[in-house]
């Protein structure tokens, strides 16, 4: 960090805040067997030569697991790509496992084979994320290239609902699935019950970090992807409160107000927990602050955990922010991250449209409810 | 997932003195930013999905208890390493050793099992 002082520059701090790596992510891989056509992070075909000459080894994982526990890492996210898609997956999770964190697999379901359930059942993770992309075949194909698929993921999300662990499916909403989202959220209570929660994507921004799936051509506009969260929000909660739930007088209440925000500032790298708190560690061995932004990266292999998470900092340059985001209205609502900035306009300060259009149509929203 | 810290409740009736205790393999410890914790792992996530916050002594307790140990001997590491007085060093023992057999922790066997 810079030696300036408060007397030159106040608004610098001096030193460093704590910093502690508690939350990690080793991403396994960006190889996946399915081609879903808004997957962020996937590069190529599963048997990518190239790719697999440069994914960390079983023994390089595990490795690097040891020396994030030393560090202090608690909660680590496994994931990819489809982390199930390595032939040493069973190893990799073993040895990590039993380092000791509070374990968390995300995986598309549709490679689970006996060998994973017998590891799985030995070592369960404590969360377990499937993603869910259709509910029929024929959606299956069109999002994911493979409609075979649909069959093998309802087969392998059953073996996982055997396990001890906490279970709960991941959507993406895009224009080929648009019309089944209600299906997918029927064939999840149907098949698993209903104490099963789906989550849905609130925002896709354009693949990252040399992924190769053409977003922009598939993702819903922003209007409409609001208007789906908003009423699938209001249905949830009507499913709580039963039909005396009133629409009309819903109220925005903001958990923290712009006051108290401006009263606790919150110091760090870029604006979240991404390298404060948070890191993840790519399928070729850099130490990122989060798995959607490859610009800033310490060379882990190399230098080892501790050192890489310790100069992580000092490798981030981040550039002025754009006016446009810096005053506007609704800023406070805004979903916007480094990340995202990045993501769709290959500048951490600039001014993503797509999410920007996301928030004007949130904002619309609150706004028309309000005056009513 | 959520943390708890053990809040060491004593019965009214003692545990018997020929009694032996040994930690089950089912929590990990791990130091996390300064604190010391117990994670739930393996089977045992369907009892209990998280991690435990515990404090120095419930550590040093632990770590005795990886090989059978008597209330006695878990009394005495507390005396020698915090100079707690006898009493309540027993009774501190025998407390947290009633939160680990309640939550499914310890193995308990009888002096004529050894």
Known sequence: MSALTGKEHPAILSEMPQRCPVDGTFELTVRCNLHCKMCLFRH???ENEEIIRRELSAEQWIDMAEQAADAGTL????????????????EIWEGIYRQGFLITL????????????????????????VTIYGASPETYRKVCGNGDAFQRVLEGARRLAELPSAMEFRTTIIRENYSDFDNICKLV????????????????????????????????????????????????????????????????????????KARNPRVSLFGCDAGMQSYTISWDGQLLGCQMMGLFSQDVLAKGFSEAWRDFPAGVRLPKMNEKCGTCEDRNICNCCCASRYAETGDPGGCPEYVCRDTKAVARLLRRERKQ | MHSRVPVFLGKREKMNHTETFQRKENYIHRTVAGQEV???????????????????????????????????ELARTLTENYGLPEKEAEEDAESFLRELVENGMVIVKREEER
């Open chain 1, 106 to 129: 995300y995986t598309n379901a549709s490679l689970v084979t006996d060998r994973v359930m017998r590891t799985l059942k030995k070592y369960p993770p404590h969360r377990i994320g």
């Open chain 1, 44 to 46: 190529d075909d599963s």
């Open chain 1, 75 to 90: 909660s680590l996210l496994i994931t990819g790509g489809e982390p199930m898609l390595r032939p040493d997956f069973c």
């Open chain 2, 38 to 72: 117990l994670i739930s792992i393996g089977g045992n996530i369907a009892n209990f999905n998280g991690y435990i916050r515990i404090n120095e002594s419930a550590l040093c307790l632990w770590e005795k208890l990886s090989s059978p140990c008597t209330r006695e």
């Open chain 1, 189 to 260: 209570e149907k098949e698993f019950g209903i104490g099963y929660n789906v989550v849905q994507t609130r925002i896709i921004t354009q693949s990252v970090r040399g992924g190769c799936a053409d977003v922009r051509s598939h993702r819903l506009a922003p209007e409409e992807n609001v208007k789906l969260a908003f009423h699938r929000g209001i249905r949830r909660i009507r499913e709580q409160v039963g039909e005396s739930f009133d629409e009309k007088n819903l109220r925005a209440v903001y958990q923290e107000s712009p006051q108290e």
